[in-house]
């Protein structure tokens, strides 16, 4: 079911974005990566590397990176994208990238998908940076860099661990599900079908 509402978002100044998924269209498909990988069905891909030993773990590590490149070459922008990081931009908010992709992947896929430019690369954090989500260090992280309370912030995201990240931190969370299935709902503060409807919620 599809949350709805727009409390006074508008008014929050600091606005951090899960980037595969949410500001780029989902091509992803973890169940493949998690097989090439050799890992359990349905496991967390980051946690289960950690799990395993050293020298095996460098080993498919590197082969994450080369297929997280290949996704990151064919990225295309989500739907309002570019609208929305406008609109905010206007409107004199802060804007981030919380990734659990690696620093250079996050920096290949905005760049394929024609984002970059919105970014200070300072503030694409990956899980090069900070442990990743759904831990809330990156947006805490964030929040000290703007030295802004997490009531002033919101976490935008496709996946449970972006809206885990951002209940943690304190922070509003918007559920993108262009599905409209809203499985995690009950991690999420709205859920929205289009980021288009967020820029709506901006007046």
């Excluded at 990566?33 to 030993?53: A, D, F, H, V, Y």
């Excluded at 590197?62 to 989500?78: G, H, P, V, W």
């Excluded at 309370?149 to 935008?156: F, S, W």
């Amino acid at each position: 079911m599809e949350l709805t509402g727009s409390e006074n978002l508008a008014n929050r100044t600091c606005w951090i974005f899960d980037m595969d998924g949410t500001l780029t269209l989902g091509i992803h498909d973890f169940e493949a990566i998690r097989q090439t990988l050799e890992l359990p069905i349905g496991s967390p891909i980051l946690e289960s590397l950690r799990q395993l030993p050293p020298e095996i773990a460098a080993t498919k590590q590197k082969q994450l990176r080369e297929i997280e490149f290949d996704i990151a070459r064919q990225s295309t922008a989500q739907p309002g994208a570019k609208s929305l990081l406008e609109r905010l931009l206007a409107q004199e908010k802060q804007i981030a990238i919380l990734t659990r992709n690696g620093k250079d992947i996050a920096h290949e896929t905005l760049h394929a998908c024609g984002l970059i430019d919105f970014f200070d690369p300072t503030l694409v954090l990956s899980r090069d940076c900070h442990a990743p989500k759904p831990e809330p260090d990156g947006i805490l992280a964030l929040l000290d860099t703007w030295g802004t309370p997490p009531t002033e912030a919101v976490m935008v995201g496709d996946y449970k661990f972006d809206l885990m990240a951002g209940q943690r931190a304190g922070t509003a969370t918007i559920y993108i599900d262009t599905s409209g299935e809203f499985i995690w709902s009950d991690y999420a503060d709205y859920g929205v079908k289009s980021l288009r409807t967020v820029i709506n919620w901006l007046g």
